[in-house]
């Protein structure tokens, strides 16, 4: 059986479901297939659930521009949605006089993306805004929050079907082939079926790579690789004494063991980073013995005992251990030659932050 469609969404986490919806309110013809059956399985449902800000990424890169347009997309989105979140702030501390430097060199990284918010705080001015901080400074972000991620998830997904989007689930993709009439998908699951479209986005995620491999024609050496960062949450058994989040100033390449609040104001500490080989999402009891090392840094009170596995997450990095930051990986076909189809690589964080920008610049790069 074929059928023809004008676009076609790899992918329902909220990447997907974001690039679905803007192209249906454009107006095109768009179908979602998700290989599983639900949205929002992986990445999307296992994260931090902040907004970032956009302090810490390269001037002038993609992370940097769209995370400060997404961020303010995303805050006027969940206003007008009643999508549930929290412009709660946070703290970036240094821990160290001999950091301190560095805080400031980041707050100038932050006005180079545009982040002109941010406010240099004495030891004293931190622990008045958070008693129980202990620092040696620290950097506030007032436009830093966080935002139901599964809420955002199903009000985009309705969205997309309100403006005639068709979600397709367990409907893994196989395959595909071009041709002078666009791009056939083989699509698996119960149906088997081909579908032809016009345009193809690749928002698979911890698949995106998988699936570009197996659309024929593709020259495998534009598909970067993919590295699996796994990182582990652990919840705080009690009320936290912080109104704010708190994250310790970056060192390498890692933004360290950080404190940050859900929606109910509750605490939850992570991630660590463990570079994996293969999706498993096991939370080690015997983990947070070293959370509580790094923890104590900025928050010296915390109880012994107090800390439970929660959950973890797999970043779909484009980078491995010991490598430079990466930037998003949006690939078009100045790169693979392909028209009609972009392929998203490297969709970490800020990626839910950045979710609406990257979708307009998705459909821009689409339709010019």
Known sequence: MSESVECVVIGA???GLAVGRELALAGLDTVILESESHVGTATSSRNSEVI???I???????KAKLCVSGKRMLYDYCRDRHVEHVNCGKLIVATRDDQLASLEQLVTNAQCNSVNDLELLTRDQARHLEPELECTGAILSPSTGIVDSHGL?????GDFEAAGGMLAVESPVDGGTFGSEGITLRVGGAADYELRAKYVVNAAGLGAQEVALA???L???IVPPLYLAKGSYYSFDHRPPFSRMVYPLPEDTHLGVHLTLDLGGRARFGPDLEWVSELNYDVDPAGSDAFYTEIRKYWPGLPDGSLSPAYAGIRPKVQGPGDAPCDFC???ASTHGADGLINLFGIESPGLT???AIAAYVRQALLR
């Open 219 to 221: 020259a495998r050496d």
């Open 13 to 15: 986490g909220v990447m």
């Open 153 to 157: 998830m199903i009000s985009l997904l």
């Open 56 to 62: 810490y990424y390269v001037p002038g890169s993609l």
């Open 52 to 54: 970032h800000a956009g």
């Open 215 to 217: 659309i024929g024609g």
């Open 354 to 356: 950045a979710c609406l």
């Open 330 to 332: 949006i690939q078009g």
